[in-house]
């Protein structure tokens, strides 16, 4: 009974990967509508800052997930360099790209001081010596808190637009990121309530919050989006 219920954590770790990247696909697709469209200079270059920014935060969620379905499986992490760990770095080097390129765009903005905060974070915590520096569970809490940051700056992005387009495109990424954020939650608190069925029956008000944070999530983004 015991293995079997270890097993359906691991399941739950093992689908939320593929949740994720549908919904960050669905969010860089809003962002990139307006990197193809007639916008100025400027608000194209915010636009394609936002769509790497989604894009590095959502690598930072299935690397979190990565490290803690290795760590249940191994207890450590191996000296090999996984898929998504590679996947992160290569997010991480074009998100930096487009960092240098809205800069002149961004620079006295008030979003500036985060962008710069979390690129600092992040070139500390992705180096090549993550898995011997951190533990499992502490990477894993690292990357989740720097995804958290960067889905702030898209939100904050939002006071530099300059036209409805780009702001209603801003707002449906967020939206589609808390949505993110949420199944995020619901299958950690499953995989809570899996691994230690005594302490389950007190997480139930944690998963009616984290659905229905989701539920709001969905209605803003439809708001936002519209029909498309």
């Given at each position: ?127 090549q010596e993550r898995g011997e ?63 230690n069925p005594d302490g389950a ?28």
């Open positions: 009974m015991l293995k079997r219920i270890k097993i359906r954590g691991k399941l739950l770790l093992l689908l939320i990967t593929p949740l994720l990247a549908v919904l960050v696909f669905a969010a860089s697709g809003v962002l990139e509508r307006i990197d193809n469209s007639d916008a100025s200079d400027r608000e194209a270059q915010i636009a394609e800052f936002a769509e790497a920014t989604a894009d590095l935060s959502n690598a930072l969620q299935i690397e979190r997930f990565q490290t803690l379905l290795t760590g249940r499986l191994m207890g450590a992490f191996s000296s090999e360099i996984r898929p998504d760990e590679i996947a992160t770095d290569e997010a991480l080097q074009q998100w930096r790209v487009e960092v240098a390129a809205v800069s002149p765009a961004l620079s006295g903005s008030s979003v500036w001081p985060a962008i710069d905060g979390v690129e600092q974070q992040l070139v500390d915590i992705l180096d520096r951190f533990a499992p569970d502490d990477l894993a809490n690292q990357l989740d808190d720097n995804a958290q940051q960067l889905n702030r700056i898209i939100v904050g992005l939002q006071a530099e637009s300059t036209s409805i387009e780009l702001y209603q495109a801003l707002d449906g990424a967020a939206s589609l990121i808390a949505v993110q954020e949420s199944l995020a939650d619901i299958v950690l608190i499953g995989d809570r309530a899996i691994s029956g007190g997480m139930a008000i944690l998963v009616r919050d984290a659905v229905t944070a989701l539920s709001l999530g969905y209605d803003q983004a439809a708001e936002a989006l519209g029909a498309d």
